[in-house]
C-alpha cells in the first residue's frame, strides 16, 4: 500500500502521542497532520479543496473536544464536495451506546475505535484501509 495522508483530530496530547507513535512505527503515512478540534480540522480541509491530492486519505476523529466536536465535524464534513473517498475512524474513549447508534447514523457503526490507539488497534486501522484499498 502507498503511504498517504492522515489527519488525527484528538484535542489530548496524551492520545495525540500515542496515536503518532503507533502510526509512525506501522509506517503507514508520509504525513500525519494534528488537529485539536473539530473546526480547525474542517478549516484545514477546507483549504485544499482544490488539490484532491491534498486531501486526507485517513481521519481519525475524537468525539469529545472543545470549539466542535466529533459530531460537529462530520455534520460539516458531509456537505463538503469531496470526490475523494476518505476513511473516517471515530477514535474515542466513549463507549456509550448513544454515540455508538449515532456512529451509525453517520455510516461508522463499524468505524469506532476505543481510546487508547494501541499497536494492535492501529494494526486493525491498517489492515482496514489496505483492505478497502484492493
Not at 456509550?96 to 453517520?106: C, H, K, P
Amino acid at each position: 500500500m502507498s503511504k498517504k495522508l492522515a489527519i488525527l483530530v484528538e484535542d489530548d496530547p496524551i492520545h495525540q502521542f500515542l496515536a503518532k507513535k503507533h502510526l509512525t512505527d506501522l509506517d503507514l503515512f508520509d504525513r500525519l497532520e494534528i488537529f485539536n478540534d473539530g473546526k480547525e480540522a474542517y478549516e484545514a480541509i477546507q483549504q485544499k479543496l482544490d488539490d484532491e491530492a491534498l486531501l486526507p486519505d485517513l481521519i481519525l476523529l475524537d468525539l469529545n473536544m472543545p470549539i466542535w466536536s466529533g459530531w460537529d465535524f462530520l455534520e460539516a464534513f458531509k456537505a463538503l464536495d469531496i470526490k475523494k473517498v476518505i476513511t473516517i475512524i471515530i477514535l474515542t474513549s466513549s463507549d456509550a451506546e448513544a454515540d455508538r447508534i449515532l456512529a451509525d447514523r453517520y455510516g461508522l457503526a463499524d468505524h469506532y475505535i476505543i481510546k487508547p490507539l494501541s499497536r494492535e488497534k492501529a494494526q486493525i486501522i491498517f489492515d482496514f484501509l489496505q483492505s478497502s484499498n484492493d
